[in-house]
């Protein structure tokens, strides 16, 4: 009976070699990076004009508390 195997010269070159680990960890911290990217901008079609609104948004924040303890706010007054 004989046994059907290729040629084990070839067989050498179509091993699949395991990368280090190290390595390994850094591909997938870059692709849950990308995936939470991905996640972060899903809907939006201009991410540019949403993260310029956002930091006007802050620095307004930022005005209104940095202000807002000189009492520039509504002024009641009791009769």
């Given at each position: 009976?004989?046994?059907?195997?290729?040629?084990?010269?070839?067989?050498?070159?179509?091993?699949?070699?395991?990368?280090d680990?190290?390595?390994?960890?850094?591909?997938?911290?870059?692709?849950?990076?990308?995936?939470?990217?991905?996640?972060?901008?899903?809907g939006?079609?201009?991410?540019?004009?949403?993260?310029?609104?956002?930091?006007?948004?802050?620095?307004?924040e930022?005005?209104?508390?940095?202000?807002?303890?000189?009492?520039?706010?509504?002024?009641?007054?009791?009769?």
């Amino acid at each position: 009976m004989g046994l059907c195997l290729p040629c084990m010269g070839g067989a050498v070159k179509d091993v699949v070699e395991t990368p280090d680990p190290e390595i390994k960890r850094r591909q997938l911290a870059e692709a849950a990076e990308k995936r939470q990217m991905e996640a972060s901008s899903r809907g939006i079609k201009n991410a540019y004009s949403v993260e310029q609104k956002k930091k006007k948004q802050e620095e307004m924040e930022k005005r209104m508390t940095a202000s807002g303890s000189g009492g520039g706010g509504l002024r009641w007054q009791v009769g």
